[in-house]
């Protein structure tokens, strides 16, 4: 069974980090794109980075240049480093893995920014 296994969510103060990781299997790591995403109270989920098995990244452009999206292949770890943190980047944040025809999910973390 596939489980996307996070954590690193919690609170911290307007202009602080967090660094969130998502743990998967080898097989799923090597070969899906795997993402960050996340859902504030009354909004749609949205896409927040991206990173393909090859290294390619993609963010929101709400996030370029605070957040990073990495890969940690010797743990089959998805990491994303948050740093300037906003109180609008507060949400649940889910991990993220697609094949493109087959999608896995997260349990979801919670991150809350105070102002």
């Known amino acids: 069974q596939v489980q996307l296994v996070e954590s690193g969510g919690g609170l911290v103060q307007a202009g602080g980090s967090l660094r969130l990781s998502c743990a998967t299997s080898?097989?799923?790591?090597?070969?899906?794109?795997m993402g960050w995403y996340r859902q504030a109270p009354g909004k749609q989920r949205e896409l927040v980075a991206t990173?393909?098995?090859?290294?390619?990244?993609n963010y929101a452009n709400s996030v370029k240049g605070r957040f990073t999206i990495s890969r940690e292949y010797t743990k089959n770890t998805v990491y994303l480093q948050m740093n300037s943190l906003k109180p609008e980047d507060t949400a649940v944040y889910y991990c993220n893995a697609d094949s493109r025809t087959w999608n896995y999910w997260g349990q979801g973390t919670q991150v809350t920014v105070s102002s």
């Open positions: 990173i393909t098995s090859g290294g390619f990244t």
């Open positions: 080898r097989t799923i790591f090597s070969t899906y794109r």
